[in-house]
């Protein structure tokens, strides 16, 4: 099975910040790599797939970078509604998934 | 409006069954792949099954394999989870999910329903 590991566990920032979420694979997922966020009471929501392209409707201030086994997400500059938990999740080859532990980004 | 809605969940105790379901609307149900995702209390999120667009293909996490059983009728836009042999580890709020963008990930989820496994 293969393994994500988020870092950091939580981030502290403040609005107008930029942010930057780290996820490793235990070994080379391709780009198969997707980010999602969750807010408290909430489902997830998909914010970027194959690794670096935006899902529809996710602003231009979210972006994801890498291949294999090192994967990025950046927030260009926080708004106040980007403090959530954000998960990246990977799909193997024989279609099953994994996700991370997740990163809480929290206003600092 | 694309919508999934999921119900069925609710208290069962260890050993027991539960069926959940999920409603799609607003998109074609059958051209899609389908999962269940689910969430244990204050954790992260854990996929657990997913279907093929016809049913001809199902895939499990290990925890649930021999347990649990995911279908699909499409003539219903529904998806299912009959969940049987209930441990108090798979007490969670169960998300519905579409596989999209190259069953890469998840574009589409429900609000969730909770099943709580306890005596």
């Known amino acids: 099975e293969i393994v994500l590991t988020q870092s950091p566990a939580t981030l502290s920032l403040s609005p107008g910040e930029r942010a930057t979420l780290s996820c490793r694979a235990s070994q080379s997922v391709s780009s198969y790599l997707a980010w999602y966020q969750q807010k408290p009471g909430q489902a997830p929501r998909l914010l970027i797939y194959d690794a670096s392209n935006r899902a529809t409707g996710i602003p231009a201030r979210f972006s994801g970078s890498g291949s294999g086994t090192d994967f990025t997400l950046t927030i260009s500059s926080l708004e106040p509604e980007d403090f959530a938990v954000y998960y990246c999740q990977q799909r193997s080859n024989w279609l099953r998934y994994t996700f991370g532990q997740g990163t809480k980004l929290e206003i600092k | 409006e694309v919508q999934l809605v999921e119900s069925g969940g609710g208290l069962v105790q260890p050993g027991g069954s539960l069926r959940l379901s999920c409603a799609a609307s607003?998109?074609?149900?059958?051209?899609?792949?389908m999962s269940w995702v689910r969430q244990a209390p204050g954790k992260g999120l854990e996929w657990v099954a997913n279907?093929?667009?016809?049913?001809?293909?199902?895939y499990y996490v290990d925890s649930v394999k021999g347990r649990f059983t995911i279908s699909r009728d499409n003539a219903k836009n529904s998806l299912y989870l009959q969940m049987n042999s209930l441990r108090a580890e798979d007490t969670a709020v169960y998300y519905c999910?579409?596989?999209?963008?190259?069953?890469?990930?998840?574009?589409?989820w429900g609000q969730g329903t909770m099943v709580t496994v306890s005596s």
């Open positions: 607003g998109f074609t149900f059958s051209s899609y792949w």
């Open positions: 279907i093929k667009q016809d049913g001809s293909e199902k």
């Open positions: 999910a579409r596989v999209g963008y190259g069953l890469v990930a998840f574009d589409i």
